[in-house]
């Protein structure tokens, strides 16, 4: 099982970006998705997850500014990132419980500066 996350670069205050993760290879059951990011220098910490029953969970710093989804059918999930502020640069990491075990994506860099 893979998971290939995409969609960071360098974006204005202010403005968006919208990361996409990518699930292959052998998978019978896909339970809970989602974003987390570490600063750096910090912990990495979570952002977004969704269960595969679409109950969703924020963290307080993004609610009303980020979206997370996904597409059952096409093993992806997403994360809709507007009003992106400074400290929100970090790298995102895409995470999944899938078949009862925990995968990791590599991180994609998200850099929000003027």
């Known amino acids: 099982v893979q998971l290939q996350a995409s969609g960071g670069g360098l974006v204005q205050p202010g403005g968006s970006l919208r990361l996409s993760c990518a699930v292959s290879?052998?998978?019978?059951?896909?339970?809970?998705m989602g974003w987390y990011r570490q600063p750096e220098g910090k912990q990495r910490e979570l952002v977004a997850i969704?269960?595969?029953?679409?109950?969703?969970n924020y963290a307080d710093s993004v609610k009303g500014r980020f979206t997370i989804s996904r597409d059952n059918a096409k093993n992806m999930v997403y994360l809709q990132m507007n009003g992106l502020k400074p400290e929100d640069t970090a790298v995102y990491y895409c995470n999944g419980l899938i078949d009862g075990r925990n995968y990791w994506g590599k991180g994609t860099q998200v850099t929000v500066s003027s």
């Open positions: 969704v269960s595969n029953m679409n109950s969703i």
């Open positions: 290879g052998s998978i019978f059951s896909i339970n809970v």
